[in-house]
């Protein structure tokens, strides 16, 4: 199994800032996983994270509205810049080593007014 | 990618009342999780389960990866009980490992 902290848990941000959220994991892993889930809605990949390369993001996500760092194996951070309320949302990390069962975070409940 | 369905998508339970919920697949799979999310968004692990049955004290999944369903049951569910239920699944090619897909949840809600 595997362990996560994710901080923070929850914040309410102004329009226009940026927020980070940390995910460190109780041991190594090559893959992490960044989710988020609008209100109401199921969970959508915004990108995978890979130690020593560029994050992979998904259709409809960029590198400039949500950077990610991965500067080791076990801790990541994904940004959420010039933060609009159509941000508000859970973002979730995920660690898994494929094939087995995945870990998530507690998520971090962002509210942008 | 993969679809995931879940059925039903709301569902209303009196106290000590059983439930089946169903998660339909489109495509083969490695990886199969049934998650409980709770009020503060956190995702509970219920059961890994790619294929066959597992039971964890009131709650059961059975996963027929041939038929590509998956079934969670609930017995004499508990207002605890109540909050999102989701599946997710991870497909087997041409998707990076350890993706999941999800399915969009059914929402429990028990009364005493």
């Known amino acids: 199994s595997a362990v996560i902290s994710q901080k923070p848990s929850r914040d309410i941000c102004q329009r226009g800032t940026s927020l980070t959220i940390q995910c460190q994991v109780d041991?190594?892993?090559?893959?992490m996983f960044w989710y988020r889930q609008q209100p109401g809605q199921s969970l959508t990949l915004i990108a995978t994270?890979?130690?020593?390369?560029?994050?992979?993001?998904e259709s409809g996500f960029v590198i400039d509205k949500f950077p990610i760092s991965r500067p080791n194996l076990t801790f990541s951070t994904l940004t959420v810049s010039n933060m609009s309320p159509e941000d508000s949302s859970i973002y979730l990390c995920?660690?898994?080593?494929?094939?087995?069962?995945?870990?998530f975070g507690q998520g971090t409940r962002l509210t942008v007014v | 990618g993969i679809q995931v369905e879940q059925s039903p998508p709301d569902l209303i339970l009196q106290e000590g009342a059983n439930s089946t919920l169903r998660c339909n697949f489109s495509d083969s799979v490695n990886n199969l999780q049934w998650f409980h999310q709770n009020p503060w968004g956190q995702l509970i692990n219920l059961f890994y389960i790619p294929s066959g049955t597992k039971q964890n004290g009131r709650l059961s999944a059975t996963t027929v990866a041939t038929e590509r369903y998956s079934l969670l049951y609930i017995s004499s569910s508990q207002t605890t009980d109540s909050g999102v239920y989701f599946c997710a699944v991870e497909q087997v090619r041409g998707s990076t490992l350890g993706r999941l897909y999800f399915g969009r949840g059914t929402q429990l809600t028990v009364w005493p």
């Open positions: 994270a890979n130690q020593g390369s560029e994050a992979t993001y």
């Open positions: 041991s190594q892993v090559t893959m």
């Open positions: 995920s660690v898994s080593r494929g094939d087995t069962e995945a870990f």
